[in-house]
């Protein structure tokens, strides 16, 4: 069965500055997906990886996958305010989706 | 404009009744998914539905129900059997035919037991 997970689960850091999430997963997952969730609301899609070696980037974040190692990687490039949220990853397995548990990343100037 | 409305975005449930989540979506996507997000927590798969007429239990099925009558629509009923059903509630849906596609959530529905 998937399981996923996430580190660090929460993340301060000043703005300028780079960082990265990780993500593992336990076993086999057809694609990994990035999430950005604000505060009350809904999960806005960042990030689809299909095959090993994908690399997917957006304005100041870059996502990652390598299938051999069961990771992905959600890098920060001189953070600003406006990234504060909490950032999930998701694995897809047997039409299931499983969600790792989320890295809450604040931004301070 | 096409995406997934979820309704209602509030409700209040009363100790022992059940209540029904709506789940709509116009994208003609064959999967169709329910989660459970508790506050400051990740989420929890509750059911999942790959063709009309079929669904999976996910991760904490016990208490819920689910139908999918109509490609379009997936509802979740909260059963009086969910003892802790005060959580936020999200859909979500996807089309099987494109490997790249991504999965989109509806606006979620808070449920607050009262």
């Known amino acids: 069965e998937l399981k996923v997970e996430q580190n660090p689960l929460f993340l301060s850091m000043q703005e300028g500055k780079n960082y990265t999430i990780y993500c593992n997963y336990s076993?086999?997952?057809?694609?990994l997906y990035w999430y950005r969730q604000d505060p009350g609301k809904s999960l806005e899609s960042l990030f689809v990886l299909l095959s090993n070696g994908a690399v997917k980037q957006e304005g100041r974040l870059m996502a990652s996958l390598d299938t051999k190692a069961r990771l992905s990687t959600l890098h920060i490039t001189a953070a600003v305010h406006d990234l504060s949220a909490t950032y999930f990853c998701a694995g897809l397995n047997t039409d299931k989706l499983i969600f790792g548990t989320g890295t809450r990343l604040q931004v301070f100037p | 404009d096409g995406g997934i409305t979820q309704s209602p975005k509030y409700l209040f449930r009363k100790e022992g009744q059940n209540v029904t989540l709506s789940c709509e979506q116009n994208?003609?996507?064959?999967?169709m998914y329910w989660y459970r997000q508790d506050p400051g927590q990740g989420l929890r798969l509750i059911y999942y539905s790959q063709i009309v007429n079929d669904f999976q239990k996910g991760d904490i099925a016990e208490g819920y129900s689910v139908s999918r009558e109509k490609k379009e629509s997936f509802p979740l009923t909260v059963t009086s059997a969910q003892k802790n059903p005060t959580a936020f509630y999200l859909c979500?849906?996807?089309?099987?035919?494109?490997?790249?596609?991504?999965?989109?959530f509806g606006e979620g529905s808070w449920l607050t037991v009262v």
């Open positions: 994208l003609n996507h064959d999967a």
């Open positions: 979500a849906s996807t089309s099987k035919r494109q490997a790249g596609n991504t999965i989109y």
């Open positions: 076993t086999t997952s057809d694609r």
